[in-house]
């Protein structure tokens, strides 16, 4: 089976995925498994999208018949994501607590603000509990955390605008000081996030975001992951819950000036015209960008794939480089020394000896395994992105 045609039955699962998640937020019939796909791949798929356990709910009595083991596979791992969706959710108002008690500031995004809304909140499977945190109290922050009992995960993965801290066995908390990367196109936008926040009604010191400006971020962090690495199916859920719940409610006319004002107006409307083909029952044939669109997030997963993150590095070559030879040469060396955070990633031992950094950055030109395993497969991407140039 050649690359395409791996293409079309991963798009064959991820539509099939899509329409299940569709028919449990519409309270509708489940729709048959297609003739050849097989239940391990919807799992496999259901799994790369974290969304298993709201497939599972609506397709556990089929795979049961058919498959007993998967079956049980599967439903041990949607028990195992219900136990941390409990702790996390008894966790976080400790946490908030904890820092109100201490006097820290903190508000919690991303999937705290959408869990509730939801049909079930084991549904928005989460990795971690996020909280922005004002940088001039970041060294305390990282001290309460030490104090709850919270350590860094092994291999120092603290970022120039995050700390990670891991509580066994399911827990997990990023606390950023910023709600974008330093470099990202809206970190001017997001200077002051603060100014966008409500102060929690019972403890001082906790914000959250105004609903208008929950569902920007929500549009920010999905376009971020979009344009490096790839997104999911999950994110474009959470889009079209988010407006399900609340759209009637949201100011619009604040909506158009804010995304004017970020410069993300038209992938605002690719984003909602995504969201509402998937799982609003469009049978309109969507445009040609919101296809391409939904095909790019099928295939990369929830975090995107080593494919997906180096069309993403083609994508913004071409962009800095009009001219066709110049875009590929910049993508080449790009992949040939890739930036410090991505190098940090690869060799933790960089972060902590910089200086050390063109050491390691050699040892990248002579991985023999890069490049016999993986660079090929990126040229051929990397040819079918100029024939669709």
């Not at 330093?182 to 914000?207: H, Q, T």
Request: include cysteine.
């Amino acid at each position: 089976m050649n690359q395409t045609e791996q293409d079309e039955r991963q798009l064959t699962c991820g539509r099939y995925v899509i329409a299940v998640l569709a028919a449990v937020l519409q309270k509708k019939d489940v729709p048959p498994l297609p003739a050849g796909l097989s239940w391990g791949e919807v799992y496999e798929m259901a799994r790369q999208h974290a969304v298993e356990a709201m497939v599972f709910s609506a397709v556990s009595p089929a795979v049961k018949t058919a498959e007993p083991e998967l079956y049980a596979r599967w439903k041990r791992g949607c028990d195992q994501d219900m136990a941390q969706t409990l702790t996390q959710m008894g966790e976080e108002p400790r946490l908030l607590a904890a820092f109100s008690g201490a006097g820290l500031r903190a508000m919690p995004v991303k999937g705290s603000a959408l869990r509730g809304l939801y049909p079930s909140p084991d549904y928005r499977q989460m990795s971690d509990i996020d909280l922005i945190i004002q940088p001039e109290e970041s060294t305390r922050a990282v001290e309460l955390m030490g104090t709850l009992g919270y350590r860094p995960p092994k291999g120092d993965i603290t970022r120039e605008h995050e700390a990670s801290f891991n509580l066994p066995p399911f827990l997990s908390v990023e606390l950023h000081d910023s709600p974008v990367k330093p470099d990202d196109s809206l970190a001017a936008y997001y200077r002051d996030i603060w100014e966008k926040a409500e102060p929690d009604p019972a403890l001082p010191g906790i914000f959250h975001l105004k609903t208008e400006d929950e569902y920007l971020y929500l549009l920010a962090h999905f376009i971020q992951h979009y344009e490096d690495a790839g997104i999911g199916i999950r994110q474009v859920m959470d889009v079209f819950i988010f407006r399900q719940a609340h759209g009637g409610q949201m100011d619009n006319g604040y909506l158009d000036e804010e995304t004017r004002k970020m410069n993300i107006a038209p992938m605002r409307q690719n984003i909602e015209a995504l969201a509402d083909f998937c799982f609003a029952g469009e049978s309109e044939e969507p445009s040609e960008d919101v296809r391409e669109m939904e095909e790019f997030c099928i295939l990369s997963g929830i975090y995107g794939t080593h494919r997906s993150r180096s069309i993403c590095i083609m994508r913004k070559a071409q962009r800095a480089e009009e001219k066709s030879r110049g875009w590929k040469l910049r993508y080449l060396w790009r992949r040939a020394f890739p930036p410090k955070e991505e190098m940090f990633r690869r060799y933790p031992q960089a972060r902590e000896k910089q200086w050390l950094l063109p050491y390691f950055w050699l040892c990248r030109l002579l991985d023999g395994n890069y490049w016999k395993n993986h660079f090929r497969s990126e040229l051929s991407a990397l040819n079918h992105t100029e024939a669709k140039k």
